[in-house]
């Protein structure tokens, strides 16, 4: 089973600024990682693909980057809206789909 | 439009059964894979089954042996068994879409979560 790790577990960031939330597999994913958005009492909400294409309707603040093992997800300029947990998932090698354990991007 | 509607979630004992449903529109279940994933109160997300556009499934090693996916296929609907109910098996179940016919897929729709409590 592929293990995803995210760091931090917890992100206080201004609005208005740059949030950088990473994500590592414990194998190479390829660029098989996906990051989801998840609000309070709402259902996951798919924001990136395949490391780094935008899902649809999503913002171009939003961007995601890497490769194997290490990715991240920018947000660029924080919104309101944007604060949120963060979960990465892998779907390289599957069953099972891991997901890692979530980073809570709070506002500062 | 995309659309998933969970239901069948509820207070049951340990021990017991429910029986999930997915309810699909815009899509038809039979050409793409369909996931539950669960979260239990205050933690992250877990997969935990599959069910494949040619009929394939996969559990998690948590559930496997007591939970069963399934799908109607006339009724655009896919089913989550979940017998010999334990405590830790309480969460919000999502069924999920898979983006691409590939099972190398992220999951592009979800529904909004059914509660399932397992106490006495």
């Known amino acids: 089973e592929i293990v995803m790790t995210q760091s931090p577990a917890t992100l206080s960031v201004s609005p ?5 939330l990473s994500c590592r597999a414990s194998q190479s994913v390829s660029n098989n990682l996906a990051w989801y958005q998840q609000k309070p009492g709402q259902a996951p909400r798919l924001l ?10 999503i913002p171009p603040r939003f961007s995601g980057s890497g490769s194997g093992t290490e990715f991240t997800l920018t947000i660029s300029s924080l919104q309101s809206e944007d604060f949120a947990v963060y979960y990465c998932q892998q779907y390289n090698k ?3 789909y891991t997901f890692g354990q979530g980073t809570k991007l709070e506002i500062k | 439009e995309v659309q ?8 049951i004992q340990p ?3 429910l029986r999930l449903s997915c309810v699909a529109s815009g899509f038809t279940v039979s050409r793409s894979h369909m996931s539950w994933v669960r979260q239990a109160p205050g933690k992250g997300l877990e997969w935990v089954s599959v069910i494949y556009s040619g009929g394939i499934t996969y559990y998690a ?9 399934s799908r109607d296929n ?7 068994q979940m017998n010999s109910l334990r405590a830790e098996d309480t969460a919000v179940y999502f069924c999920a879409r898979g983006q691409g016919v590939s099972g190398s897929s992220a999951f592009d729709y979800w529904g909004q979560g059914t509660l399932v409590t397992v106490s006495s």
């Open chain 2, 74 to 80: 006339s009724k655009n609907t896919v089913f989550f």
């Open chain 1, 94 to 96: 599957w069953p099972p």
């Open chain 1, 48 to 57: 990136i693909y395949g490391a780094s294409t935008r899902a649809t309707g």
């Open chain 1, 16 to 20: 208005g600024e740059r949030a950088t």
């Open chain 2, 61 to 69: 090693d948590s559930v496997r042996g007591r939970f069963s996916i």
């Open chain 2, 4 to 11: 998933l509607v969970e239901s069948g979630g509820g207070l």
């Open chain 2, 15 to 17: 021990g017991g059964s």
